[in-house]
């Protein structure tokens, strides 16, 4: 009848995957490529790869120009057992290398020759890059140098500078000066030519002539690099820059500002930014300069960020090409250390409180009161949510009176603007001495109003008489034409919208989804609502839990055991069901000549609301109704019709159709008194007294509890691969 899962096992996907790579990335080889084979060329490069996808196992990192074999493998034998297909592909749009070789070559070790392959090419002197081309494999990348087939390039580049400007008779440059760099070489060819300013500058990549218009005395070095890796000696060119004749006796004006964020206090919260400006109407500005506090003179380029915790003195100046000095300046102000940001939601708890019975019900009403605190910049806001209703402002405990199942959700944010995560707490509110459950025409616990099928998206909120508004559309009412039913739904929304419960887009969206329902037009099924119909959109409304699956058939049945062993149940989490019919469609489909085994769950609750069970599937088996599927002539004491672990029923009573045959089921439940009817025969009644099982549990199964739910899911049970059972065509109709 029950027994413990089994794990699926994983499988490999790499190699349904690798043309689809193909594909996508257009991988081709202009360079040859071919299966390993003689070699014919006058030296041979490897690269290997393996699992790794941040860098080839193995790669050249130099070779002599010529004719040459490239050998790429990635095999099981270089370590690569998944399957992973990598590329070796080089880069021919970088001017920076030789693109003379557009070589592009995929391997795998599932491919035709084991992921070991071949190209003929020419490399001239110079550098290759090479990388990996699959997504994701970036990081597969790397240079070849190649240097000329004889004794190889050791010679190099020849360098020169020359320095132009109009001078004077000191030879000094008048206003500016401007260094060219050339740079040849007669083997491997010029890779690189650079350039510094100064004695200590920077190295910088020399793409034109450079321009120098600050009055003093400069330096510029220079060095340059050939394709070979050899590098010519640095030089250097000194030469001084003067003004233009002038008769400007005026120094610059300058001025500063401080920037940042600030306290009330006027202090710099974590930095200040020091912004020096300067203009000269004469010669022109020369240089601007600032130091920090004692320190030494900088040249100013750009805003002065300070980020020391204290108080602190940036003083400046500028000079202009006539040599005239502006004084020197100063800003003073105080850098403090920012207070510490909160990143920290608040924390929140909920405690619900009341009278409970000997189910853990709370007897006529539930208090749930909400808290949240927060260490950092305080509690901003606390909200909480009724039973999928919108969230709203929580000001004082909530008091739930609504006989039924129920959730509140809360959450909290702080001042900062976090958020903490939404948190729920699930009770139960049974009848007792405090208020009676509402007369609702319907039972709807869903988060959203349906009419029929269709979901208006709407929030099914309780309204003031204590009834959801989905409760109140009766769509699941036999109505005798469908402009009755219309009439019907306009009449509620009218009543909702002039309590201000609805707004009059609600009140648009539940009227139109009421004219697309087509409730009350010929043809309705019964008052039916199907919780399965056959398509994949109302089979993924349903949920599996514990072992084993369900999987859809094409002519709109679903079937158990079709790919995972194992003990579980398929449930509709949708919403609860009170007093109601449950019809639906059955088939055994055992292999050979076995007997499926299965079964039909009705009123249990949540199943993920028990978490001193972890296994959710036994939550149906514990705390609700099994009306068992099951076809032997003999053996298992519970038939067909059965309720498991409480009431069975007698072969001659069940009878037995032929394997393969479609069964029609119906599972009638008022009050607590269970109906169970095959093919339209009564076959078993049942009244549950909460009272002792029939049988005592046998092994690990611990059967039913008995409790007396008045409302819950419905489910369907998965036995094994062996115990393969059919159901289509499932509706329900509330009584």
Same mark, same amino acid.
């Given at each position: 009848?029950?027994?413990?899962?089994?794990?699926?096992?994983?499988?490999?996907?790499?190699?349904?995957?690798?043309?689809?790579?193909?594909?996508?990335?257009?991988?081709?080889?202009?360079?040859?490529?071919?299966?390993?084979?003689?070699?014919?060329?006058?030296?041979?490069?490897?690269?290997?790869?393996?699992?790794?996808?941040?860098?080839?196992?193995?790669?050249?990192?130099?070779?002599?120009?010529?004719?040459?074999?490239?050998?790429?493998?990635?095999?099981?034998?270089?370590?690569?057992?998944?399957?992973?297909?990598?590329?070796?592909?080089?880069?021919?749009?970088?001017?920076?290398?030789?693109?003379?070789?557009?070589?592009?070559?995929?391997?795998?070790?599932?491919?035709?020759?084991?992921?070991?392959?071949?190209?003929?090419?020419?490399?001239?002197?110079?550098?290759?890059?090479?990388?990996?081309?699959?997504?994701?494999?970036?990081?597969?990348?790397?240079?070849?140098?190649?240097?000329?087939?004889?004794?190889?390039?050791?010679?190099?580049?020849?360098?020169?500078?020359?320095?132009?400007?109009?001078?004077?008779?000191?030879?000094?440059?008048?206003?500016?000066?401007?260094?060219?760099?050339?740079?040849?070489?007669?083997?491997?060819?010029?890779?690189?030519?650079?350039?510094?300013?100064?004695?200590?500058?920077?190295?910088?990549?020399?793409?034109?002539?450079?321009?120098?218009?600050?009055?003093?005395?400069?330096?510029?070095?220079?060095?340059?690099?050939?394709?070979?890796? #050899?590098?010519?000696?640095?030089?250097?060119?000194?030469?001084?820059?003067?003004?233009?004749?002038?008769?400007?006796?005026?120094?610059?004006?300058?001025?500063?500002?401080?920037?940042?964020?600030?306290?009330?206090?006027?202090?710099?919260?974590?930095?200040?930014?020091?912004?020096?400006?300067?203009?000269?109407?004469?010669?022109?500005?020369?240089?601007?300069?600032?130091?920090?506090?004692?320190?030494?003179?900088?040249?100013?380029?750009?805003?002065?960020?300070?980020?020391?915790?204290?108080?602190?003195?940036?003083?400046?100046?500028?000079?202009?090409?006539?040599? #005239?000095?502006?004084?020197?300046?100063?800003?003073?102000?105080?850098?403090?250390?920012?207070?510490?940001?909160?990143?920290?939601?608040?924390?929140?708890?909920?405690?619900?409180?009341?009278?409970?019975?000997?189910?853990?019900?709370?007897?006529?009403?539930?208090?749930?009161?909400?808290?949240?605190?927060?260490?950092?910049?305080?509690?901003?806001?606390?909200?909480?949510?009724?039973?999928?209703?919108?969230?709203?402002?929580?000001?004082?405990?909530?008091?739930?009176?609504?006989?039924?199942?129920?959730?509140?959700?809360?959450?909290?944010?702080?001042?900062?603007? #976090?958020?903490?995560?939404?948190?729920?707490?699930?009770?139960?509110?049974?009848?007792?001495?405090?208020?009676?459950?509402?007369?609702?025409?319907?039972?709807?616990?869903?988060?959203?109003?349906?009419?029929?099928?269709?979901?208006?998206?709407?929030?099914?909120?309780?309204?003031?008489?204590?009834?959801?508004?989905?409760?109140?559309?009766?769509?699941?009412?036999?109505?005798?034409?469908?402009?009755?039913?219309?009439?019907?739904?306009?009449?509620?929304?009218?009543?909702?919208?002039?309590?201000?419960?609805?707004?009059?887009?609600?009140?648009?969206?539940?009227?139109?989804?009421?004219?697309?329902?087509?409730?009350?037009?010929?043809?309705?099924?019964?008052?039916?609502?199907?919780?399965?119909?056959?398509?994949?959109?109302?089979?993924?409304?349903?949920?599996?839990?514990?072992?084993?699956?369900?999987?859809?058939?094409?002519?709109?049945?679903?079937?158990?055991?079709?790919?995972?062993?194992?003990?579980?149940?398929?449930?509709?989490?949708?919403?609860?069901?009170?007093?109601?019919?449950?019809?639906?469609?059955?088939?055994?489909?055992?292999?050979?000549?076995?007997?499926?085994?299965?079964?039909?769950?009705?009123?249990?609750?949540?199943?993920?609301?028990?978490?001193?069970?972890?296994?959710?599937?036994?939550?149906?088996?514990?705390?609700?109704?099994?009306?068992?599927?099951?076809?032997?002539?003999?053996?298992?004491?519970?038939?067909?019709?059965?309720?498991?672990?409480?009431?069975?029923?007698?072969?001659?009573?069940?009878?037995?159709?032929?394997?393969?045959?479609?069964?029609?089921?119906?599972?009638?439940?008022?009050?607590?008194?269970?109906?169970?009817?095959?093919?339209?025969?009564?076959?078993?009644?049942?009244?549950?007294?909460?009272?002792?099982?029939?049988?005592?549990?046998?092994?690990?199964?611990?059967?039913?509890?008995?409790?007396?739910?008045?409302?819950?899911?419905?489910?369907?049970?998965?036995?094994?691969?062996?115990?393969?059972?059919?159901?289509?065509?499932?509706?329900?109709?509330?009584?």
């Amino acid at each position: 009848m029950r027994s413990a899962r089994t794990r699926a096992r994983p499988t490999r996907v790499w190699a349904a995957l690798l043309a689809a790579f193909a594909l996508v990335l257009g991988l081709t080889s202009a360079a040859s490529a071919r299966p390993d084979g003689p070699r014919l060329a006058e030296q041979t490069l490897t690269w290997t790869a393996d699992n790794d996808i941040s860098a080839y196992k193995s790669a050249p990192t130099t070779a002599v120009a010529g004719k040459t074999t490239i050998v790429f493998e990635n095999s099981v034998a270089t370590g690569n057992n998944t399957g992973m297909p990598h590329t070796l592909t080089f880069d021919v749009s970088d001017p920076e290398f030789n693109n003379d070789v557009p070589l592009n070559i995929l391997a795998n070790p599932n491919d035709e020759k084991g992921g070991k392959w071949t190209a003929e090419v020419t490399l001239k002197p110079g550098r290759y890059r090479y990388y990996c081309t699959i997504p994701g494999h970036g990081a597969m990348q790397g240079v070849l140098v190649v240097t000329d087939g004889g004794g190889g390039d050791t010679t190099a580049p020849e360098t020169r500078a020359k320095v132009e400007g109009a001078t004077n008779s000191e030879g000094a440059y008048v206003g500016s000066a401007t260094v060219t760099v050339t740079a040849t070489d007669d083997g491997a060819g010029v890779d690189k030519v650079e350039y510094a300013v100064g004695a200590d500058g920077a190295w910088q990549p020399y793409t034109a002539p450079v321009v120098v218009n600050t009055v003093g005395t400069h330096k510029i070095r220079y060095q340059a690099s050939d394709k070979a890796g #050899n590098v010519a000696a640095e030089k250097a060119v000194d030469f001084t820059v003067v003004a233009p004749p002038t008769d400007d006796k005026t120094p610059p004006e300058t001025s500063a500002t401080v920037s940042g964020e600030q306290n009330g206090q006027g202090q710099y919260l974590g930095m200040a930014t020091v912004t020096v400006t300067a203009s000269d109407a004469g010669s022109g500005l020369n240089k601007v300069e600032y130091a920090v506090g004692d320190g030494a003179w900088t040249a100013y380029t750009a805003p002065v960020m300070v980020h020391a915790v204290g108080t602190h003195k940036v003083r400046y100046r500028a000079s202009d090409k006539a040599g #005239n000095v502006a004084a020197e300046k100063a800003v003073e102000f105080t850098v403090v250390a920012p207070p510490q940001e909160d990143r920290t939601p608040p924390e929140t708890s909920a405690k619900v409180e009341g009278d409970k019975n000997s189910d853990g019900a709370y007897i006529g009403r539930a208090k749930v009161t909400v808290t949240a605190t927060d260490a950092g910049s305080g509690v901003a806001a606390i909200e909480y949510s009724l039973d999928g209703g919108p969230y709203v402002a929580y000001g004082a405990p909530v008091v739930v009176d609504r006989v039924g199942r129920h959730t509140v959700a809360y959450r909290a944010s702080d001042k900062a603007g #976090n958020t903490a995560p939404a948190k729920s707490v699930a009770f139960t509110v049974d009848e007792g001495g405090g208020v009676p459950g509402p007369n609702c025409p319907e039972y709807d616990e869903r988060s959203t109003v349906f009419v029929g099928t269709v979901d208006t998206g709407i929030p099914n909120r309780v309204t003031n008489n204590r009834c959801r508004i989905g409760e109140l559309i009766e769509d699941e009412k036999d109505w005798s034409s469908h402009a009755l039913f219309l009439k019907h739904v306009k009449t509620v929304t009218d009543r909702l919208k002039r309590a201000g419960e609805i707004d009059g887009r609600e009140y648009n969206k539940i009227n139109k989804a009421a004219k697309e329902s087509g409730i009350g037009k010929p043809g309705q099924t019964e008052g039916y609502r199907h919780l399965f119909d056959g398509t994949q959109k109302s089979f993924a409304k349903w949920s599996q839990v514990g072992g084993g699956s369900f999987g859809l058939n094409a002519d709109g049945s679903m079937t158990s055991g079709t790919t995972k062993n194992g003990l579980g149940m398929l449930w509709f989490p949708e919403r609860k069901y009170g007093d109601f019919s449950l019809k639906l469609q059955w088939r055994d489909d055992a292999p050979g000549s076995g007997n499926a085994n299965s079964g039909v769950f009705v009123r249990f609750p949540q199943v993920h609301d028990h978490p001193e069970e972890p296994r959710p599937e036994w939550v149906a088996i514990k705390y609700g109704h099994e009306v068992q599927v099951l076809d032997r002539p003999d053996g298992d004491m519970y038939k067909t019709g059965s309720v498991y672990g409480f009431d069975r029923v007698g072969l001659a009573g069940a009878g037995v159709t032929p394997k393969g045959t479609w069964n029609d089921y119906e599972i009638r439940v008022v009050d607590q008194h269970y109906s169970v009817y095959r093919n339209g025969a009564l076959i078993n009644e049942f009244d549950n007294t909460g009272g002792q099982v029939f049988e005592p549990p046998r092994g690990d199964d611990p059967g039913t509890d008995g409790r007396r739910f008045a409302s819950g899911h419905v489910g369907l049970q998965v036995h094994g691969v062996t115990d393969v059972v059919s159901y289509r065509d499932i509706r329900i109709k509330e009584l």
